[in-house]
């Protein structure tokens, strides 16, 4: 069975901290993904990662950058994090290839910025 | 126009009856499709993957693809309260760019 895991399933932070999320997956899988989940607007991508040190914007990077040292763990950094980045964040991962492989999502985790 | 679309609901339906969810898409040249479950304040959880036209069914799910009608739908059969939860459609577009539509919320009325 694929599992991810994501460091924290809630985290409340102050406006201007530096906020790090970490995710970790333990099936080899190259693709790895960052979403954030808000009601209404489903999921939006933020950040993904398709090798080590490898990155590509998502659809709303701003306010956030990420790291990839390692093949299995893929970072989501809150620079200077604001109120409208209270979310749900969930990692993903996936096997790369010709076909668009199915992702597999850790639990999440629920971010509340005061 | 959304890219995926799906109808917000709710949905109900009865204990043991057939549910049926749909998604539309935008983009004629996606070429994987999913479905994910997701309770409440948890994350999505893969139920279905179809690539072809035609249907694939596993247990009691049965995803359908129309890739000429751009649709894709999942049918539940012998609904369970169980199965109570959001729904969402996932698209692949290009490459690495899965969307994922807002979720069709379903209600099964023990």
């Known amino acids: 069975d694929v599992k991810v895991t994501q460091s924290s399933r809630y985290l409340v932070k102050r406006t201007g901290e530096k906020v790090f999320l970490e995710c970790v997956q333990d099936m080899d899988h190259e693709n790895m993904f960052w979403y954030r989940q808000d009601p209404g607007l489903g999921l939006r991508l933020i950040y993904f990662?398709?090798?080590?040190?490898?990155?590509e914007k998502g659809d709303i990077p701003e306010g956030y950058s990420v790291s990839r040292e390692k093949k299995e763990r893929f970072s989501l950094i809150l620079e200077s994090a604001s109120t409208n980045q209270t979310s749900m964040y969930l990692c993903?991962?996936?096997?790369?290839?010709?076909?668009?492989?199915?992702?597999?999502f850790g639990p999440g985790t629920r971010l509340t910025v005061t | 126009q959304k890219e995926v679309e799906q109808n917000s609901g709710p949905l109900s339906v009865p204990e043991g009856a057939i549910a049926s969810l749909n998604c539309t898409y935008s983009?004629?040249?996606?070429?994987?499709f999913f479905w994910y479950r997701q309770y409440s304040g948890k994350s999505p959880e893969l139920i279905m993957s179809?690539?072809?036209?035609g249907d694939k069914e596993d247990g009691r799910f049965t995803a359908q693809l129309n890739k000429a009608s751009q649709y894709v739908s999942l049918l539940i059969r012998d609904s369970q309260p169980s199965d109570s939860a959001t729904y969402l459609c996932a698209v692949v577009s290009g490459t690495y760019k899965y969307i994922f539509g807002t979720g069709t919320r379903l209600k099964v009325l023990a």
């Open positions: 990662s398709y090798d080590v040190k490898m990155k």
């Open positions: 983009d004629r040249g996606s070429q994987s």
């Open positions: 179809i690539y072809s036209n």
């Open positions: 993903a991962s996936s096997l790369s290839g010709g076909a668009f492989p199915e992702q597999y």
